[in-house]
C-alpha cells in the first residue's frame, strides 16, 4: 500500500485532501471532557538549554496546573491531543522544508538558541520537534472541537511566524495554517477569521494566506519589534498597530473599535484566535504595558 505522500500522480490540491482526510488529528471526544486541549509532552526541556531564550517553554503546563489548583479545570476533563505525522505536515510544509529540520543548526535558528546546533537531531527531534508537532495536533483539534461546542482552546500552539517555507521566531511548523487548511476540507467552512493579538507581527498565516480571500486576518502588533516583515504586513486585512508603551485603556480601546469593524468585513464560520501573553506589562518581548 502506497503512502499519499509519496504518490506521483496526484495534482497538489487532491493530495492535500487525501493528507487531510485520511489524518487521525481528528477523533471523536467523549462529552465527559471539556474543549480544552493539553498534553504534558508540550512543555520542552533541552538540558536547560532552553533557558537561554526568553520565551517561556514550560507555560503551558503551568497554565494547566494553575487552572486545575484553582478548581477550574479537572485533570480528566482535559483533551490529549496526537501528535502531527509528517503527512499531516505535508499538508502546507514542503518536504523540502521538513528535511531541513533534521538539522540541528537550522532548528537553532528557528528557536533562536545558538547552542542547539551542536546536538545531535534525534535529542532535538525529541526534545524540541516532538512537542511542537505534539501542540500542532492540538491546535487542528481545536477547530473541530470548537465546531461542535462552540469554542474551543489549545493551550499551546499558536506558531504564527511560521509559514510553509520558513521558521523562525520559536515557531517550527505552521499550525494555523494547517488548522484552517484542515477546517476547509473536514469542518466545510469556507470563511475564516484570524485574530492575532500577539504582540508580535504573526507574519508566518500572513504568507500562507496571501492570496486567500477566504481567510480575514485582523492582526494587533507592536511594529516595533521582530519580525518586521513588510512584505507579510501587506496582507494584512486589517492592521493594528500598537507602539511600545501602550497602556491598558489604550490597547482595549483600539481591540474594541476593531473588532467591530471586523464584524462589518467579514462573516466568519469559525474564528481563530491567537491568544498572546506577551502583551502584557513587564514582558521583556513585546513591550507593551496592558
Known amino acids: 500500500m502506497r503512502s499519499s505522500s509519496s504518490s506521483p500522480t496526484m495534482d497538489p490540491q487532491t493530495l492535500r485532501t487525501n493528507r487531510i482526510l485520511s489524518s487521525k488529528l481528528y477523533f471523536d471526544i467523549l462529552p465527559s471532557k471539556v474543549p480544552v486541549i493539553y498534553s504534558p509532552e508540550y512543555d520542552i526541556t533541552l538540558l536547560g538549554m532552553e533557558k537561554?531564550?526568553?520565551?517561556?517553554?514550560?507555560?503551558?503546563?503551568?497554565?494547566?496546573?494553575?487552572?486545575?489548583?484553582?478548581?477550574?479545570?479537572?485533570?480528566?476533563?482535559?483533551?490529549?491531543?496526537?501528535?502531527?505525522?509528517?503527512?499531516?505536515?505535508?499538508?502546507?510544509?514542503?518536504?523540502?522544508?521538513?528535511?531541513?529540520?533534521?538539522?540541528?543548526p537550522s532548528v537553532a535558528m528557528i528557536i533562536e538558541v545558538p547552542p542547539v546546533a551542536v546536538l545531535p537531531n534525534c535529542l532535538v527531534q525529541r526534545k524540541v520537534l516532538h512537542p511542537f508537532r505534539k501542540q500542532v495536533g492540538g491546535t487542528i483539534l481545536a477547530a473541530k472541537l470548537a465546531q461542535e461546542r462552540?469554542?474551543?482552546?489549545?493551550?499551546?500552539?499558536?506558531?504564527?511566524?511560521?509559514?510553509?517555507?520558513?521558521?523562525?521566531?520559536?515557531?517550527?511548523?505552521?499550525?494555523?495554517?494547517?488548522?484552517?487548511?484542515f477546517a476547509f476540507v473536514r469542518l466545510n467552512v469556507s470563511r475564516v477569521m484570524i485574530i492575532d493579538l500577539d504582540a508580535h507581527q504573526g507574519n508566518g498565516h500572513e504568507m500562507d494566506f496571501s492570496n486567500d480571500r477566504r481567510v480575514y486576518i485582523l492582526d494587533m502588533f507592536n511594529p516595533g519589534i521582530y519580525p518586521f516583515d513588510y512584505e507579510a504586513r501587506k496582507y494584512i486585512d486589517q492592521k493594528v498597530e500598537v507602539v511600545s508603551g501602550t497602556t491598558?485603556?489604550?490597547?482595549?480601546?483600539?481591540?474594541?473599535?476593531?473588532?467591530?469593524?471586523?464584524?462589518?468585513?467579514?462573516?466568519?464560520?469559525?474564528?481563530?484566535?491567537?491568544?498572546?501573553?506577551?502583551?502584557?506589562?513587564?514582558?521583556?518581548?513585546?513591550r507593551l504595558k496592558v
Open 52 to 104: 537561554l531564550h526568553p520565551f517561556d517553554s514550560s507555560k503551558w503546563g503551568r497554565i494547566c496546573q494553575f487552572l486545575i489548583m484553582g478548581g477550574v479545570l479537572d485533570k480528566k476533563s482535559i483533551v490529549e491531543p496526537h501528535e502531527a505525522s509528517k503527512d499531516d505536515l505535508l499538508v502546507v510544509h514542503s518536504d523540502r522544508y521538513l528535511e531541513s529540520l533534521k538539522s540541528s
Open 248 to 286: 491598558t485603556n489604550e490597547y482595549l480601546k483600539k481591540l474594541d473599535e476593531a473588532l467591530e469593524v471586523a464584524g462589518l468585513n467579514f462573516d466568519p464560520e469559525l474564528v481563530v484566535y491567537n491568544a498572546g501573553t506577551d502583551i502584557l506589562d513587564g514582558d521583556p518581548l513585546g
Open 150 to 181: 462552540g469554542w474551543a482552546i489549545n493551550v499551546g500552539g499558536g506558531f504564527h511566524h511560521c509559514s510553509a517555507e520558513n521558521g523562525g521566531g520559536f515557531c517550527a511548523y505552521a499550525d494555523i495554517s494547517l488548522c484552517i487548511q
